[in-house]
Nanobody
């Protein structure tokens, strides 16, 4: 199994910035390989939605609502993905989840535990 640990969430005023990190690892120092990584978010009463994704080659895609404000990146050597969030709005408030499609004995989807991002107006 691959474990994903997110960090970097918190409370910020509208217009501010936050940077989320997602570190992937596997117990027992066994090898694994990550294809795509992505960030999703879920606000209260709403469905989980894709915020941004990035493949191993660095190609990215974004939800229309965050284009021009959020930037996803990854460090393949560190098995870590990042989400730089600028010009935050109250509607960005949600629990943000890291996702990875990875090979660890077989290809599977993995999820982090989530990190809360709250943007005050």
């Amino acid at each position: 199994q691959v474990q994903l640990v997110e960090s970097g969430g918190g409370l910020v005023q509208a217009g501010g910035s936050l940077k989320l990190s997602c570190a992937a690892s596997r117990s027992g120092f066994r090898g694994f390989s990550i294809n795509t990584m992505g960030w999703y978010r879920q606000a209260p009463g709403k469905q989980r939605e894709l915020v941004a994704g990035i493949n191993r080659g660095g190609s990215t895609n974004y939800a229309d609502s965050v284009k021009g404000r959020f930037t996803i990146s990854r460090d393949n050597d560190k098995n870590t993905a990042y989400l730089q969030m600028n010009s935050l709005k109250p509607e960005d408030t949600a629990v943000y989840y890291c996702n990875a499609y990875a090979y660890a004995d077989r290809w599977s989807d993995y999820w982090g535990q989530g990190t809360q991002v709250t943007v005050s107006s």
